[in-house]
């Protein structure tokens, strides 16, 4: 098992195979710094190479915020105080977003309060998105003469589709979490003092599919939502479904599902 930590904003977990990343920057609303990025950065590659890892959560300390986006600080002052070095900053961001949806096992996003801007983007990469009720939802970029970035909008447009994800944008309003719920863009919303049952319930489920089986159709979803037609879809699909059939993994659970 690799070492995790230490971090400067960021708080791990690793408890029988569940790995819990809190984001701990309460004071800014869990604003997404440099630091806290990095710090992203790090833990998932060490949980990269932990495979007693089956699932992670994130989450946002305290109970106002998963998190309120970037830190606009880093943002402020002339171009040219900020070229190249914040052009290769953007490059090197939208991997760290990435990170979640390129992990070997299921990431959920576990949304209590504030979900905007870095924030939103940091939930879209991940695979599920479990949000309480009073949560809210928004790319505000616009109202900072910013735009989405990270690839939030074709995460966005995935997600939502093209005419919701402009709305979110051109406005930069907030939206409830039962719209958003009904957009698309959440897999359930429950009462805040449910939260944490219905997160534990999700990674139970999970545990109970096999390892390998869960790991390669997350790999084949995820090749089938970057192809660029049916047919590579389904040349990575039957890849990946040989691969699981060799594995013992098929032998051992299909035996014991015959015999039950």
């Known amino acids: ?3 995790y930590g230490p971090y400067r904003h960021l708080d791990v977990t690793v408890e029988d195979g569940l790995a819990t990343l809190t984001i701990d920057r309460p004071g800014t609303h869990n604003a997404l710094n440099t630091a806290a990025m990095h710090d992203i950065d790090r833990a998932f590659a060490e949980i990269g190479s932990d495979r007693s890892v089956d699932a992670v959560v994130i ?3 305290g109970e106002a915020a998963f998190s309120a986006g970037a830190d ?3 943002y402020a002052g002339p171009t040219e105080e900020h070229d190249p070095t914040q052009r290769e900053r953007q490059e090197r961001f939208h991997e760290i ?3 979640p ?4 096992a299921p990431v959920i996003a576990k949304i209590d309060g504030f979900c905007v801007g870095g924030g939103l983007v940091l ?5 599920l998105r479990i949000a309480s009720e009073r949560s809210t939802f928004g790319l505000p970029t616009a109202a900072v003469g910013l735009l989405p970035t990270g690839g939030a909008t074709r995460r966005l447009v995935d997600a939502v589709g093209e005419s919701t994800a402009k709305e979110l944008v051109f406005t930069a309003e907030r939206i409830d979490a039962a719209r958003a719920r009904e957009a698309g863009l959440l897999n359930g919303v429950v009462p805040a003092e449910s939260l944490d049952e219905r997160v534990a319930e999700l990674v139970a489920s999970m545990s109970e599919v096999g390892d390998e089986a869960r790991e390669r159709a997350k790999r084949a979803i995820n090749a089938a939502v970057a192809a660029p037609d049916p047919a ?3 040349a990575r699909e039957a890849s990946l479904w040989w691969e699981q059939f060799e594995s013992s993994e098929r032998r051992e659970r299909v035996d014991a599902f015959l015999d039950g």
């Open 1 to 3: 098992m690799p070492e």
């Open 59 to 61: 989450e946002g300390a």
């Open 72 to 74: 606009l600080a880093e």
């Open 97 to 99: 977003f990435r990170a």
């Open 101 to 104: 949806h390129d992990c070997h």
């Open 123 to 127: 939930a879209l990469y991940c695979d």
């Open 232 to 234: 590579a879809a389904r």
